[in-house]
């Protein structure tokens, strides 16, 4: 009993080494540009933050935050952007300070109007942390995140984006629904177009766990097998990436890099030096969304 126990607890602490964030010599290189800094003469979105009790995710609560572009026409329907992990990825002073880049580039008209979503992983608490981030860890994150199932895309679906367009007008084209995340976060952005593709045709990946923790390593096998979903993917990897018991993150992204090729995917792969963390992914988000967004302007 003992011994199974001392395995579980090593097993707990290699699922959530993939949350944990951290540098490594060498992610120096990578460094943020102008369009992640603010400028003066562009116009800021208006960024709110809210909190949500799921019914499909059952006794869980979470924060999520929604971003809306100054040159937003309620008139119109906004392309839609979400991210897992959100936290992440609306910090801006952290690695991705995704809604200043949305104002740099949606200003200067490399980006369409895009209403961004972003969602952190529920607790299952009756009250949020304090503060939101990494830690406390969200204890249904690996379900959330690292399932293969549909599940996530319903939860997004049915609950989130009706909740968020109850106040803007969001589009229901799926070229124009973009889905993003890090580490688990990005797996399950696969998943959700994966599992979806009438509802979300674009992916952005940072150093994405497609490894072993619930499953995930087994895509590179079902795209070469299955016929080809109609989904734009970037992925972002880097070659100090983890390596353990769940699996060796930078084979595993270049394994997806190799089927989403062989299977003739729109695609692009940026193999970095980085470790797990979103250094590298942060320094290329506008080119990562430029790309990404190319047809939609």
């Not at 944990?20 to 603010?38: C, H, W």
């Not at 952007?81 to 690695?95: K, P, R, S, T």
């Amino acid at each position: 009993m003992r011994l199974f126990e001392s395995r579980l607890v090593v097993f707990s602490l290699l699922v959530s080494v993939t949350v944990v964030s951290f540098a490594r010599a060498g992610d120096e290189i990578y460094q943020l540009g102008k369009e992640s800094m603010p400028h003066e003469d562009v116009p800021k979105g208006q960024l709110t933050e809210h909190v949500w009790k799921s019914e499909l995710l059952p006794e869980t609560i979470r924060r999520y935050w929604v971003y809306v572009p100054s040159q937003y026409d309620a008139s119109r329907p906004a392309a839609v952007m979400v991210f897992q992990d959100g936290h992440a990825y609306v910090d801006q002073e952290g690695w991705f300070r995704t809604p200043v880049v949305f104002d740099n580039l949606i200003h200067a008209g490399e980006l369409p109007v895009i209403i961004g979503i972003f969602i952190d992983p529920g607790h299952k608490k009756e009250k949020l942390p304090e503060k939101a981030g990494w830690r406390p860890r969200a204890e249904n994150r690996d379900f959330e995140y690292d399932s293969m199932s549909s599940l996530y895309a319903q939860f997004l679906l049915e609950e989130i984006l009706p909740e968020v367009g109850q106040q803007y007008q969001l589009t229901e084209d799926p070229s124009q629904r973009a889905i993003c995340g890090i580490s688990s976060g990005g797996i399950c952005a696969w998943t959700v177009a994966w599992e979806r593709p009438d509802a979300f045709r674009k992916v952005l990946s940072h150093v994405g766990s497609f490894v072993n923790i619930r499953g995930g390593h087994v895509y590179p096998a079902l795209i070469r097998k299955s016929a080809p979903r109609p989904i734009r993917v970037f992925l972002q990897g880097g070659s100090e990436d983890l390596n353990n018991a769940h699996g060796n993150w930078p084979l595993a992204n270049q394994q997806m890099a190799s089927a989403l090729n062989f299977a003739d995917y729109d695609y692009r792969f940026e193999y970095g030096e980085g470790a797990h963390n979103g250094i590298h992914g942060g320094a290329i988000l506008p080119d990562s969304l430029r790309w990404l967004w190319r047809d939609e302007k």
